[in-house]
């Protein structure tokens, strides 16, 4: 047998190989899309329900081999695209049920109950409160929920009776009354004091200029130089007007 025959044996054999290939795929695509067809896809999930069907079914899945070829193939199948999006779809609607969201949150609560977990949670909490941004947000979270807090009725009743009584401890009254001190030693308190002084005295001015003040006013002196001890004191001061007069003269 010569060179050239063995050559033609070769590829006469890899012609053949190819077209069965070829054959075997194309076999399988006709296969693959008659199982898709709807009539077809209903006669089998009806003979797939039969008893012995399923314990057959459930046999050969139970094997170590096919396990581990299924676990393949759906690591593979779950890396295409398609499916992915398929899957995130499928995710993102059955998310919404309120079953699946009740389960969900139980299991969460659950899981953070773990000793474990519970420990660091906590160690992150306090990092993550310890960065510059989070502090801030915090602070004016606080000033805002402090201002709402203390706005409420029943705080500012219960903070007015707390202050009444602190106010009243000697320490506390001390501790005023020297600052106090200090404070209207100042000069910008002394400029505050005149100019609200002058601002009263001429408000009073103002207020007495009414004729129905006017007439309470004298009826009010009138009252007072009637009452007895009043009197007495005038009478005792006038008389020693009159002797420092006589004395003089």
Do not use: C, W
């Not at 002058?198 to 004729?211: F, G, M, N, T």
């Amino acid at each position: 047998m010569s060179e050239s025959d063995d050559f033609l044996d070769k590829k006469l054999d890899e012609a053949i190989a190819g077209v069965k290939k070829i054959r075997k795929e194309k076999d399988k695509k006709r296969k693959q899309e008659y199982e898709r067809k709807p009539h077809v896809r209903k006669r089998r999930g009806t003979y797939r329900k039969q008893p012995h069907v399923q314990a057959r079914l459930k046999k050969y899945f139970e094997q170590p081999k096919v396990k581990e070829k299924m676990k393949k193939l759906r690591r593979i199948r779950d890396k295409r695209p398609d499916v992915k999006e398929r899957k995130k779809q499928y995710h993102k609607k059955r998310y919404q049920l309120p079953e699946v969201k009740a389960r969900i949150k139980k299991r969460g609560s659950e899981y953070r109950k773990l000793p474990h977990v519970r420990k660091r949670r906590r160690e992150l909490e306090k990092e993550y409160r310890k960065r510059p941004e989070v502090r801030a947000k915090r602070r004016a979270k606080d000033v805002e929920y402090r201002k709402r807090y203390e706005s409420r009725p029943d705080i500012k009743k219960r903070r007015a009776a707390y202050d009444k009584e602190y106010r009243k401890q000697p320490k506390v009254k001390a501790q005023h009354k020297a600052y106090m001190k200090e404070y209207h030693k100042r000069p910008e308190a002394k400029a505050r004091a005149r100019k609200q002084d002058s601002a009263r005295y001429e408000s009073v001015k103002q207020y007495r200029k009414k004729p129905e003040v006017k007439a309470r006013l004298r009826e009010n002196k009138k009252r007072h130089r009637n009452k007895p001890e009043v009197r007495a004191k005038h009478k005792a001061y006038m008389k020693e007007y009159h002797k420092r007069k006589k004395e003089r003269a």
